[in-house]
Structures are given as C-alpha cells and as structure tokens.
DNA sequence: GCTACCGTTCGACTTACATCGAACTGTTGG
DNA sequence: CCAACAGTTCGATGTAAGTCGAACGGTAGC
C-alpha cells in the first residue's frame, strides 16, 4: 500500500536527539541486543534473535525499528534475509563516548 | 537535633541498573535539570524549576522522584527547603564516561 | 502557637509503550 | 512458477508513564 520497497528509512543521525537514543537504549531488550552487535558485528535478525532472550518475531521487530528510528541501527535487506549493523561510527561522532560507556558496563 | 525526619530513600548506585539510568535521562524535562544540576551544583527544588520550563510543581516533582530513584540525584531537606545535587562522583564510579557523554551533547 | 510557605503524595485521567498472533510482502530454492 | 521462508506491519489488549489539581506534612517566620 504505502511502499513496495524492501529498503527501511534510517534518520540522519544529525536529526536525532540524545532523549531518543537513550529512550531506546532503556529497554533491557534492546540494550542486549546492542551489546550483541557491538561484539559480533553486521546479523542477521534471525542470528540476533536466537541469541537473545526468546521472545515473538513481531516483538522483537518492534525493538528492532525502534532502534532503527533512534539512529542505532542499520536494518537492510540482504536476498531473502535482513541485515543489523550497529551504527557505530556515526554514533561516536555524534555523540562522542556515549556507546563507549554504555558498552563497558 | 535540627536534622529533620524527612528523609527520602536513594539507592546504592551498586543496585541500579544501566537501563533504569538511560530511562530516567530519556524524558527531555529531566535530561535538561540533569544538565542545569551539573552546572550549577546543588540548587533547591524552586531553583531548578524556575529555571527550566514551566510546569506544574505536582508534575516536576514526579520527574524529581524517577531521578532519584534511578540513583542520579539525591533529594534532601534544607530547613523549610529542598536541596537536589547531581551524585555526580559516584555515577562517574558506576558508569564511567556516560554523564560526560550525556551532557556533552 | 498560628500561619504562610515549600515540596511531596494522592487520585483521576490521558497517552505512550510493550506484547503477541495473524495477515501480509518480498525473496529465493526447487 | 510456486511453495516455503524471513521479517515487517496490523490490530487488539494490557500495562506503565506523564500530567495536573488538590490535599497533606514539615518547617520556619512572625
């Protein structure tokens, strides 16, 4: 109806406030899987949820594009599957140390 | 003793949690206190309210508690007053690096 | 001692968010 | 092609959080 494009909008992470980025990062949930990516790099949503806590593919979609509208992260199409990539770089100059410290604890 | 007997509970920072810290700085109202309490230090409950947008003292005193209960500031009585100080010291112990990066921004 | 004052707590209301099943869309393997 | 698959979106529901007026409790000034 709306679009037949696979491709989800990612913010400009200059349009994105701190309150939103640390909104999203408040959800246990989602920190973790922060953490996740943090480590492992580029997932796929499937390898992201099966490491995480269990929990229904819609849920987790639902933590997946808040992340992705608070600048967090990159959610792509990758052939049938979909790609999450922490987007670390523009987060660091953003908001310098900021995932830094919320990573060390 | 002048000491007076209405004391509010604050919590060990050892007990809170990183979430609970993030979703205390992710409401705007309460991330802009947060910011005028690291400038200015220690201020009464009227100063800071004065100071950032008005709203109702009910209202502000909500957000006061939700700080204070994620361990970011603590509350205390001042004779006919309200002291609030940012603990600053000890979340740089229990999270290093997260206020400077908040309030970088 | 009253009384005005400062700030928290209470209660009611509204809104935002989390959760989950089911339906839907695009994609590839056979 | 088409059937199975990977994920998102939709819709409904419960719960948590924000907002505010009014009531309450200490405290100090007079």
Do not use: W, Y
Not at 14 to 24: E, I, N
Not at 31 to 39: F, K, N, W
Request: hydrophobic share 40%.
């Amino acid at each position: 109806m709306t679009t037949t494009t696979r491709e989800l909008t990612h913010p400009d992470l200059a349009d994105v406030q701190l309150s939103a980025v640390l909104f999203a990062l408040s959800d246990p949930t989602r920190l973790d899987l922060v953490r996740q990516l943090a480590t492992d790099g580029t997932l796929t949503v499937a390898e992201c949820q099966s490491i995480g806590a269990e929990v229904p593919k819609s849920t987790f979609s639902h933590h997946l594009k808040t992340l992705r509208e608070a600048g967090l992260v990159r959610n792509e199409p990758a052939g049938r599957k979909r790609t999450v990539t922490l987007r670390r770089a523009e987060l660091d100059q953003r908001f310098p140390g900021l995932l830094a410290a919320v990573l060390a604890d």
